[in-house]
Each structure stands twice: as structure tokens, then as C-alpha cells.
């Protein structure tokens, strides 16, 4: 069954260090994994997406993520937070099946940057 | 372009009041969906639409209706209010289904009282 776990529902960093925050799924063929950000008060936007053209994705605002298949994780990472980067973030699954696809979203983790 | 857009932003109901909620999108994306959001449990999808004319249910289907008359719009129904239906509901779109990105609107909050 198709699952998305994030570690940490919160996590504390202080202004210039890494943010590390963890993603873990599990799915019965290749999916495709996305990173989205949530700002206060405001929809979801997309931060990154893998689709297997390459294991290390970039995405907007410093953000990169790594899919690594044997730990089934797809951890986002940015060497220097910023106060702006703080909000929630949602990791998601989605992979096709017989008769249709599903896309699985995390419980989210709220990042706080300290000054 | 405006991407997605939802209307209303907020509203409160009496347990028993029936509302819709509208959702539009101007990115002729064929698939959209509606979720809704309560702290600690992410984003649960109520119902989708792969097309026009078509509907399906998600996770959480009950005590919604949805319907897409149009490509542009998708409506969600409540036919009679309850307090267990108290979150922040939000809709999106894609281009096709699975391994495209989803754009999200800005939400509605709703209360049942």
C-alpha cells in the first residue's frame, strides 16, 4: 500500500544552519515524489518534484531533495535557512495503478527559524 | 492568469445548512481535485474529476457532492453542515493525473457551529 511518512512534525532551526527535514514512502511501483510548501493562510506550492530523470532535484528557492531508492526516502535539504523559509512543508507520493493513479500527501512538517 | 481560485474564502454554518463551494481554474487542466486539511493529518482528498462530466471519489467522500459541468469549475457540495466538517478545504488542478504538479488555490476556511 502506498504510504508517505514525514519525521518530525515540527523542526527548529536557527538562521544560517542546514535544514534537514525527512520523508519516507513506500510504494509497489516507481512513483513520482514531489516537495510542496505552505505559507500561512496560502495554498500549497510546489518546491521540487522527482521523476526519475535524476536522483539529486532542485527546486525553487535553494531546496533540493534526494531520492534515494534503497532507504525509500526523498529527504529535503537547504544549507542556509532564512527566516522567509519558514512554513509547512508536505511531502507527497504518487504512482499509478490499475484502473487509475493516487497521490498520497504527508502529515507536514512546520519549519521555524530562529534569528 | 488568476491559476485557481476559490470562493468563498470563509463562512460559517449552523450544523444542518447546506452550502458550495466553487472552485475555477483558468490553465485548461483537465484534472482537479478537492482536499480538505486538519492540523496534524495533511491534505485528505474528498472527490476528484478527470474531465468534464466526470467525478470520483476520494478518501474521504462522505457527506460531499461534487460536480464538474464545466472544464473550468468544480463545485463541492454540502447538503447538510456538520461540526466533524470544520476545516480548511482546498482545490487544485493539474494537467493530467499522477505525474504532473498540482496547483492549489488559497483555501476556504469553513466552521459548522
Known amino acids: 500500500a502506498q504510504s508517505v511518512t514525514q519525521l518530525g512534525s515540527h523542526v527548529s532551526v536557527s538562521e544560517g544552519a542546514l535544514v534537514l527535514l525527512r520523508c519516507n514512502y513506500s510504494?509497489?511501483?516507481?512513483?513520482?515524489l514531489f516537495w510542496y510548501v505552505q505559507y500561512p493562510n496560502q495554498g500549497l506550492q510546489l518546491l521540487l518534484k522527482?521523476?526519475?530523470?535524476?536522483?539529486l532535484v532542485k527546486g525553487i528557492n535553494g531546496f533540493e531533495a534526494e531520492f534515494k531508492k534503497s532507504e525509500t526516502s526523498f529527504h529535503l535539504t537547504k544549507p542556509s535557512a532564512h527566516m522567509s523559509d519558514a512554513a509547512e512543508y508536505f511531502c507527497?507520493?504518487?504512482?499509478?495503478?490499475?484502473?487509475?493513479?493516487?497521490?498520497?500527501f504527508g502529515a507536514g512538517t512546520r519549519l521555524f527559524v530562529k534569528a | 492568469n488568476a491559476g485557481v481560485t476559490q470562493t468563498p474564502k470563509f463562512r460559517v454554518l449552523k450544523t444542518g445548512q447546506s452550502m458550495t463551494l466553487l472552485c475555477a481554474q483558468d490553465?485548461?487542466?483537465?484534472?482537479m481535485y478537492w482536499y480538505r486539511q486538519d492540523p496534524g493529518m495533511g491534505l485528505r482528498l474528498i472527490h476528484y474529476?478527470?474531465?468534464?462530466?466526470?467525478?470520483a471519489k476520494g478518501e474521504v467522500p462522505d457527506g460531499y457532492n461534487v460536480s464538474r459541468l464545466k472544464k473550468q469549475n468544480f463545485l463541492l457540495g454540502l447538503e447538510s453542515a456538520a461540526p466533524s466538517q470544520t476545516s480548511v478545504y482546498f482545490c487544485?488542478?493539474?494537467?493530467?493525473?499522477?505525474?504532473?504538479?498540482?496547483?492549489f488555490g488559497p483555501g476556504t476556511r469553513l466552521t459548522v457551529t
Open positions: 487544485a488542478s493539474s494537467y493530467t493525473g499522477w505525474d504532473y504538479e498540482q496547483y
Open positions: 510504494s509497489s511501483v516507481p512513483p513520482y
Open positions: 522527482y521523476t526519475s530523470a535524476a536522483t
Open positions: 507527497a507520493v504518487s504512482d499509478a495503478y490499475t484502473g487509475g493513479f493516487k497521490t498520497i
Open positions: 490553465m485548461n487542466h483537465e484534472y
Open positions: 474529476s478527470v474531465g468534464e462530466g466526470t467525478t
